[in-house]
């Protein structure tokens, strides 16, 4: 396939629609170019689902295991037996729980592929420039950034995202889900540097060779999951900043506002321009796959957001929404101060543990949203 096609396929049967998709896309063909002729036994592939968090697919989180076999079964019936499924769990959550809930353990002892919790993975340190004219306002920007060291042990990387909404970048697929081969240090350092731009830098310095987006219920408001809006989907792409400005169109989401996916085209890390996307269905019917009604997050004007890390943000978000279903929300007489960016500071209501100078805070990294909900109710009710 050529990088400004996206070929989707619908229905319900998702390991062997992915089969059929990967056939299709002509991906053996495409690991065969890229990979010179290695022999294709000693071909290293990884692939990295989103493993956000320990919940099961149809939570709209986390990549149906369903078509991490399908790639698997596709990929060694073509020969290419070294696979490692690579993956780190956000902030907070532990990787090794992710892959015994989310199925992946079956999925290893199955097909006799290597999981990898790339927490535990050694890494190594990439440079990217920004030039100043990307930037009028700045100089030349170096990053150095911490990648875990698998990256430069595979020969072809397979991305398989979910489609889903994002508390904080308002969606998530190809371009963020790079973040799980970087260490946690360096997740929590790309909050405290507002995400975006760290997050179209991390996609100059890991090439994603082929796509496959789990469109099958992705959540379309909350990255954790929660409330997923079925479409029974999967498409394949091999442009990452395509994939994902697609995606928001999907998702009715304005790419404008999702600041990474224009960054990481600047940077060079794909194009997004839709006119020029070539779309093919290669079976079901996309006729009412679009979302019309808008984000149901407003109850972000109660939150005072310095650099919080996504679990943090994403507990904290549905117990004010609880809040503000049963009135309490504005009994409270400040914003809630969440983020490393409190640390040390002083405050009146705070979520987490950055926020342990506040008068009151809710503890833990992150504290459990029925936690936040129960204490922050308390407070109201203690105010009346």
């Known amino acids: 396939m050529k990088k400004n096609e996206i070929i989707r396929s619908y229905g319900t049967c998702f390991k062997e629609m992915t089969i059929r998709l990967l056939e299709a896309a002509g991906l053996y063909e495409d690991i065969i170019e890229k990979t010179s002729g290695k022999d294709v036994s000693k071909i290293h592939i990884g692939i990295k689902p989103n493993l956000v968090t320990p919940s099961p697919a149809s939570f709209g989180a986390t990549t149906h295991p369903e078509i991490v076999a399908g790639a698997i079964e596709y990929l060694q019936n073509k020969g290419l037996e070294c696979i490692t499924i690579a993956e780190g769990s956000w902030v907070g959550d532990k990787t090794e729980e992710a892959f015994d809930y989310c199925g992946y353990n079956s999925l290893s002892a199955q097909y006799g592929v290597k999981l990898l919790n790339t927490k535990k993975d050694s890494t190594y340190t990439a440079e990217a420039y920004i030039p100043k004219g990307f930037d009028p306002s700045c100089d030349d920007e170096k990053y150095e950034l911490k990648i875990c060291s698998c990256v430069k042990d595979f020969d072809y990387l397979i991305n398989i995202p979910v489609l889903k909404g994002h508390c904080q970048t308002h969606m998530t697929c190809s371009l963020k889900n790079m973040k799980g081969l970087i260490p946690d240090s360096e997740k929590r350092r790309f ?71 224009k960054l990481a085209e600047q940077l060079g890390a794909g194009c997004g321009d839709l006119s020029e996307l070539q779309l093919i269905t290669l079976e079901g019917d996309p006729s009412e796959d679009s979302y019309e009604n808008g984000s149901i997050l407003d109850v972000n004007y109660a939150v005072d957001e310095y650099d919080s890390c996504s679990a943090c943000y994403a507990a904290l978000i549905p117990a004010l929404e609880k809040l503000k279903e049963e009135g309490l929300l504005d009994k409270l007489d400040c914003r809630i101060g969440i983020g490393q960016g409190h640390k040390g500071k002083n405050g009146k209501i705070g979520v987490g543990n950055c926020t342990s100078h506040f008068d009151f805070y809710v503890k833990g990294c992150p504290p459990e949203s029925e936690k936040i909900y129960e204490e922050l109710k308390k407070l109201t009710i203690s105010r009346k």
């Open 191 to 261: 909050h405290r540097l507002g995400l975006h731009k760290p997050i179209a830098v991390l996609n100059t310095c890991i090439r994603q060779d082929f796509i496959i987006i789990d469109h099958i219920c992705g959540d379309p408001d909350f990255e954790e999951g929660g409330s997923p809006l079925v479409r029974n989907c999967i498409m394949a792409a091999k442009d990452p900043v395509l994939a994902d400005t697609f995606g928001c169109s999907l998702l009715g989401v304005d790419v404008d506002t999702v600041k990474y996916i």
